[in-house]
């Protein structure tokens, strides 16, 4: 019987989510008690997992073995949802048509937005199912992993009710004093609470720098973008900068700001908000931060260039940095504090119900054999040293009886 190790469960990965399964296949990358992890719901996964990072961080796929890494998570979430299903199933918890329903409508909503960011409820489903025959997937298949992941929630609740004591006010008051502390970069606090719980003080920091972001200056632009790529050649390079003045030009000459959004931004994504996003002090592209930050409200700036391409930004509210004391985030806190109440409940659960399971991985990676020749190589290395260290040592204690040996002779010479 195999033992998957320990591991960490993000919590919004087994909730009700939009998750894909592929269509039904022989081959498998894991079974779970006999039941098998099909290798198509596996590589539509990891697929999707790793589009998200080419859009979203590009640069940690180029690091050794990224892709193998993401994808023993992929394999252990995986895992993970099959144990909880069957758990679900053991407890006998029902789930109604209309509760699936619901689930459906509620993941429909997701695709009233069009290819072009624009809001259009009358092509939704048609998008909906769009999706669902890319993934290999009918109607009635999908209803079935929904009731299947309602399920899993209702478990879930369950088990939280039953194991997650409510947050208490002194947690909340402990939690934002260290908070503070990081902010108000309080050294003898901060190395008194890193002696105490090293991770308590990682918390208290990562929670300080999203609130710095947060209260900072901020300022919301309209945001026309050019992209040039290291991928551009030089002469498509300097279209886009010649553009980016036709664009300035027509603005100065009275063209609406949003109009010019609609018809010339390459952000298809920030369509739908009219091409506005929020600029944080310090934060953006320091040719972006300098002309957003020193432009006055309903300005539009020259075109900016940035190691992403180009941008023109229309300054169109300014707000400056805010203050916050205990009142201000105490809810926010209470909130966070149960997150991770839930998260580890979740996580002792799973990993229960692991430790209990039969789970066989037949899925491989290369990283795996890759660490598997490290830790070798580290044992050779270790062993030729014990071995040095052994020699080193007799060799010392022959020196030492040597060294003994001769001064007897030289004392019985004497003699």
């Known amino acids: 019987m195999n033992k998957m190790s320990k591991f960490w469960l993000p919590v919004l990965a087994l909730c009700l989510a939009s998750g894909a399964m592929g269509k039904v296949m022989e081959s498998s990358v894991a079974t ?16 999707s997992v790793i589009e998200q990072y080419q859009a ?9 073995y990224a892709k193998d890494f993401l994808g023993k998570e992929v394999l252990k979430e995986l895992i993970s949802k099959e144990l909880l299903y069957q758990a679900a199933d053991e407890a006998k918890i029902t789930v109604s048509d209309s509760e699936v329903d619901d689930g459906i409508n509620e993941i429909k909503t997701r695709f009233i937005i069009d290819e072009d960011g624009k809001q259009d409820p009358k092509g939704a489903d048609k998008r909906f199912n769009e999706a669902l025959k890319k993934q290999h997937m009918t109607l009635k298949s999908y209803k079935e992993k929904i009731k299947k992941d309602i399920s899993v929630k209702k478990l879930m609740e369950a088990q939280i009710q039953a194991t997650v004591k409510p947050v208490e006010e002194a947690d909340v008051k402990a939690l934002y ?11 003898k606090a901060l190395k008194k609470l890193e002696k105490e719980d090293p991770m308590k003080l990682r918390e208290a920091q990562l929670i300080a720098a999203k609130l710095k972001q947060l209260t900072a200056e901020q300022v919301r632009v309209g945001h026309i973008y050019l992209a040039v790529t290291p991928d551009t050649s030089e002469e498509d390079a300097k279209k886009k900068e010649e553009l980016a003045k036709q664009i300035k030009k027509e603005l100065d000459e009275g063209m609406d700001f949003s109009a010019a959004v609609k018809k010339y931004t390459e952000d298809k994504t920030a369509l739908a908000s009219g091409g506005d996003m929020i600029l944080i002090k310090g934060v953006a592209p320091k040719e972006m931060d300098k002309a957003a930050f020193s432009l006055a409200v309903g300005k539009v700036s020259a075109p900016i260039k940035t190691d992403i391409g ?8 300014k707000r400056a940095e805010a203050e916050i004391g205990y009142d201000d ?10 997150q991770q109440k839930i998260q580890t409940a979740l996580a002792e659960y799973v990993n229960g119900l692991a430790d209990k399971a039969d789970i066989k991985v037949t899925k491989t990676f290369e990283v795996d054999a890759a660490i598997e ?3 070798a190589k580290r044992a050779a290395q270790q062993a030729k040293e ?30």
Do not use: C
């Open 177 to 187: 004093a260290n908070v503070e502390a990081a902010m108000d970069n309080d050294n």
């Open 386 to 415: 014990a071995a040095q260290a052994e020699t080193n040592g007799k060799t010392e204690e022959t020196a030492k009886n040597d060294t003994k040996k001769t001064a007897e002779e030289e004392k019985n010479a004497e003699k």
């Open 373 to 375: 020749a490290e830790a």
């Open 32 to 47: 779970v008690n006999g039941k098998p992890v099909l290798a198509s719901e596996y590589d539509t996964y990891y697929d």
């Open 310 to 317: 180009w941008h023109i930004i229309k300054v169109k509210e």
């Open 56 to 64: 979203a961080a590009p640069q940690f796929l180029e690091q050794p």
């Open 329 to 338: 985030i105490a809810r926010d806190l209470a909130q966070y504090i149960a």
